[in-house]
């Protein structure tokens, strides 16, 4: 996980020291890892099966 | 690392895995639950419809992101042609300031994300959440590396400045010290 790294800047805008980067990547990554880890709505799920579904009797049908 | 297959059980398989992450990412982009739902039903929808388009062998999960951020920003663009908001009265809505305090949790985190512009908070999520590397992200975006580089440094100076962290006095040694983070990525 790229919490810090070695970039040195844009040119316009140094680079954050590199606790400060690890701070953020911190939160970051907690921020981020509730949404991943909430749950996935049923209805995205039965989406996939409903499109597998449309596909194999397409191709029964035709 | 998933790679997909183009037949319908592998690229069913992989679109499962992958929904979490696609949901996590839309929710960053959009900053609204439901939108974010709708944008990854479009995105699942374009992928299994497009699915020989994939190159087996390459990130498949940045391929789906590809998609959900062009899907997004069309509709973004979209959109904005509709609704005319000559007074910045719908944005007001859509953003608020955060608190200016240093020790923040999730919730005012995420107000914080929502203070960066879009194209920057884009590439903190892929690079410093999402575990793509500058070039994957740059793919992703649609932009140079360079790019890429340039708008994390300048998202994570933005956030720096919305938690009023002005020098490493501002850090305590808890807060660096303090491991609240969950692996974001379930499919890296």
């Known amino acids: 996980m790229n919490t810090v790294d070695h970039f040195n800047g844009d040119g316009d805008v140094p680079a954050l020291d590199g606790r400060i980067q690890a701070l953020i990547g911190r939160q970051l990554q907690a921020h981020y890892g509730a949404l991943v880890n909430e749950k996935t709505p049923d209805n995205l799920l039965k989406l996939l099966d409903a499109l597998a579904n449309a596909e194999h009797k397409s191709k029964k049908d035709s | ?188």
């Not at chain 2, 062998?57 to 920003?73: E, M, Q, V």
């Not at chain 2, 910045?88 to 809505?93: E, F, R, S």
């Open chain 2, 1 to 188: 690392l998933i790679v997909a297959g183009q037949e319908p059980n592998g690229i069913h398989r992989d679109l499962v895995a992958a929904m979490p992450n696609l949901r996590a990412f839309a929710i960053s982009l959009c900053g609204n639950v439901s939108t974010a739902n709708d944008l990854v039903q479009e995105t699942v929808t374009k992928a299994w419809a497009n699915r020989e388009k994939f190159t087996p062998g390459t990130n498949f999960k940045a391929w789906l992101f590809t998609i959900l951020r062009n899907t997004y920003f069309s509709d973004l663009r979209r959109s904005r042609r509709e609704i005319q908001d000559v007074d910045g009265a719908h944005a007001a809505l859509l953003s608020s300031p955060p608190e200016q305090n240093g020790h923040l949790d999730l919730k005012d985190f995420a107000r914080v994300l929502e203070q960066i512009s879009p194209d920057q908070r884009e590439a903190l999520i892929l690079v410093g959440a999402e575990g793509f590397s500058y070039e994957e992200a740059a793919v992703v975006c649609g932009c140079a590396v360079g790019t890429i580089k340039s708008r994390v440094n300048r998202a994570r100076h933005k956030i720096a400045e919305l938690m009023a962290i002005t020098s490493l006095d501002d850090i305590g040694s808890a807060s660096l010290q303090q491991s609240t983070a969950t692996p974001a990525s379930r499919i890296a």
